[in-house]
């Protein structure tokens, strides 16, 4: 079975929907000095070479994979026309966004929009951070054929570094003829699907060229449907300066890091000596699936002659302000489960039950809440629309305070994030980002009411 994801709730057809839409739009207002970015955007099938032999029917925003980079800066607004030139319905749900509801993208709030549609999605762009953007419409299907792209939004006072890379980490399974392989069996639906050939930017393991002496900032996205990345640039060191929802407050050096599906991370690499071949690669996870892990290239940088270097990252990259201190209630628990089911052998599911509908939360009410990992593999925990702080893992807290909306939580592990509902009223969701588990239920949708 193939994700088609919610089948149990109303579609948004009802006169307070469509409403909804017009005055999320009508909110949106650049900041002064600010500007609206306006694009058009396509989902269409696409020739595409992943690798340097095969020639794939894949489906690509734009006709390409990934999709163009969306670059705008915090308090612009971001206008996109979007049209549907794939043969069935889709829609596109902004990964880490903080905008209303309506913008979402998902089921929840939008009926998918049909072959040959139109939709145009405008919202204002709070935060800085490397975002992407997806369908949440059969996503085991269009999301593994291609549709996927970043889209980076810049702060007022950034590091400085001598460039920039946007890299969107994906994996794909192609056939013998070079064609991306249907869902699979049950061990697919279990694991999650996990494809041979590793790609960066739509590219089967490209090279990178770099100048000597330099430091470089990359915006590393994890496109792929269940892989986890454990990301290493040849063993050396380098620093994280940002995670999902933006910078952290400073940098962190780190050999490795892991990115779970769905999450960010923002590196200075670097610098390198003239000659290096540096292999940037995955390093085994065991996230106890049944097809055991490797470590596997993603990409290589070769540097050639050296070149100055203006790069300033400093010490204080910005300020984060915990959300709670001291002792905590926790408001809701979060059971990520199995149960079994005939047909793929288990069902994933939230409290127990597929498709969870959670209780609403209120704004302004602080939510702590524990997500519980009942079962015996990983999963990462995606919160739409939302920033959290992780609190904790298993009691202990996190290495470094960051805003997140992707999170690991391991097997038999308990996550302890807290987030605010601020005013942006309507349905939102979390779910596992490991797209096969998403599609079989272990999923929550709810409402934040005013
Ligand atoms: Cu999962």
Known sequence: MTGHQHHHHQHSTSPDAASAHEKARAAATPDPGRTVVRLELDAREVDWSFTPESRTRAWGFNGQVPGPVIQAQVGDVLEVQFTNRLPEATAIHWHGLRIPAAMDGTEMVQRPIAPGDTFTYRFRLPDAGTFWYHPHVNETVQVERGLYGALVVRGGDEPTLDGERVLVLDDVSLDS???????????????????????????????????AGQ????????????????????????????????????????????????????????????????????GRYNRRT???????????????????????????????EPLVSGDVTVSRE?????????????KFVVNKEPHHRDKPVKVGELQVWEVVNDT??????????????????????????SWED??????????????????????WMYHCHILEHHASGMMGHFAVVA
Do not use: C
């Not at 454990?230 to 300066?241: A, C, K, V």
């Not at 540097?303 to 910005?318: C, F, Q, T, W």
């Not at 592990?413 to 009223?425: E, L, T």
């Open 334 to 346: 979060v059971h990520l489960g199995v149960r079994p089911s005939l047909s793929t052998g288990v």
């Open 215 to 282: 430091i470089e900032r990359w915006r590393i996205v994890n496109a792929s449907s269940a892989r986890y990345v454990r990301l290493s640039i040849g063993e050396r060191p380098f620093q994280i300066l940002g995670t999902d929802g933006g910078l952290i407050e400073q940098p962190v050096t780190a050999r490795e890091v892991l990115l779970v599906p769905g999450d960010r991370i923002d590196l200075a690499v670097g610098p390198f000596s003239e000659g290096d071949i540096v292999e940037v690669t995955s």
């Open 406 to 427: 992707t999170v690991n939580v391991s097997p038999r592990s308990r996550v302890r994030i807290a987030w605010m509902p601020d005013d942006r009223v309507g349905e």
């Open 177 to 211: 003829e070079g064609q991306v392989k249907p869902p699979g069996g049950w061990i697919e639906q279990h694991d999650g699907r996990q494809g041979p050939t590793r790609l960066v930017n739509g590219r089967q393991e490209p090279d990178l060229p770099m100048a």
């Open 376 to 401: 015996l593999m990983d999963h990462p925990f995606h919160l739409h629309g939302f920033f959290f702080q992780v609190l904790a893992v298993n009691g202990e807290p996190p290495a470094f305070r």
């Open 290 to 320: 049944i097809r055991r892990s490797r470590d596997e290239r993603f990409a290589t940088v070769r540097v050639g002659p050296a070149s100055p270097s203006r790069a300033a990252i400093g010490g204080r990259l910005r300020t984060i």
